[in-house]
T-cell receptor
Framework: GENVEQHPSTLSVQEGDSAVIKCTYS??????FPWYKQELGKRPQLIID?????GEKKDQRIAVTLNKTAKHFSLHITETQPEDSAVYFC?????????????FGAGTQVVVTP | DTEVTQTPKHLVMGMTNKKSLKCEQH?????MYWYKQKAKKPPELMFV???????INESVPSRFSPECPNSSLLNLHLHALQPEDSALYLC??????????????FGPGTRLTVT
């Protein structure tokens, strides 16, 4: 089955700096890669996603890049703000007979200090 | 409106109790999911319903019993739970993918404590 590794597990950044979280996946047939942000006590919130036919996608201060050959994808947050502090999960779709399965990475705790 | 609602927000139950968690979405999504999330861990998939039929059961113990009464509602019936079942239970929904994969939207979760 699919295996997703996520690094780093914790990330401390100064407000205004950039943050980068990296994920690798094992199943070359995976074709959908969402990123979720989860604030303490809240639901996971889909913030951006990318499909395997696209190399990069951007939405204001966040961007995701995908390298299918290397089987890794990354989340980039620019000009970080205190409200970016949260746990971020990457995920990859599992290409099996059953659809809709997301394999999550272990998560990255991001702390933005003013 | 990308909203999934869940009730109750918090639930405390004894090991001999029977309770139910409820999830509702009005986005016309035809796939609904139950996840379990322990503290500082990612969500773990439990069940997937598509078109009101159970399509995935991730080898979940029978003390968890899902039900999908209609395309907008998803229930999780709980019976004879163990303390280690204490967790945040998340519901999610997505469109029917027709061979493609669509975004999953999560509800706020039910914080379950088994005493």
């Amino acid at each position: 089955g699919e295996n997703v590794e996520q690094h780093p597990s914790t990330l401390s950044v100064q407000e205004g700096d950039s943050a980068v979280i990296k994920c690798t996946y094992s199943d070359s047939a995976s074709n959908y890669f969402p990123w979720y942000k989860q604030e303490l006590g809240k639901r996971p919130q889909l913030i951006i996603d990318i499909r395997s036919n696209v190399g990069e996608k951007k939405d204001q201060r966040i961007a995701v890049t995908l390298n299918k050959t290397a089987k890794h994808f990354s989340l980039h947050i620019t000009e970080t703000q205190p409200e970016d502090s949260a746990v971020y999960f990457c995920a990859a779709s599992m290409r099996t007979d059953s659809w809709g399965k997301l394999q999550f990475g272990a998560g990255t705790q991001v702390v933005v200090t003013p | 409106d990308t909203e999934v609602t869940q009730t109750p927000k918090h639930l405390v139950m004894g090991m001999t109790n029977k309770k139910s968690l409820k999830c509702e979405q009005h986005m016309g999504h035809r796939a609904m999911y139950w996840y379990k999330q322990k503290a500082k861990k990612p969500p773990e998939l439990m069940f997937v319903y598509s078109y009101e039929k159970l399509s995935i059961n991730e080898s979940v113990p029978s003390r968890f019993s899902p039900e999908c009464p209609n395309s907008s509602l998803l229930n999780l019936h709980l019976h004879a739970l163990q303390p280690e079942d204490s967790a945040l239970y998340l519901c999610a929904s997505s469109q029917e993918p027709e061979g493609k994969l669509y975004e999953q939207y999560f509800g706020p979760g039910t914080r379950l404590t088994v005493t």
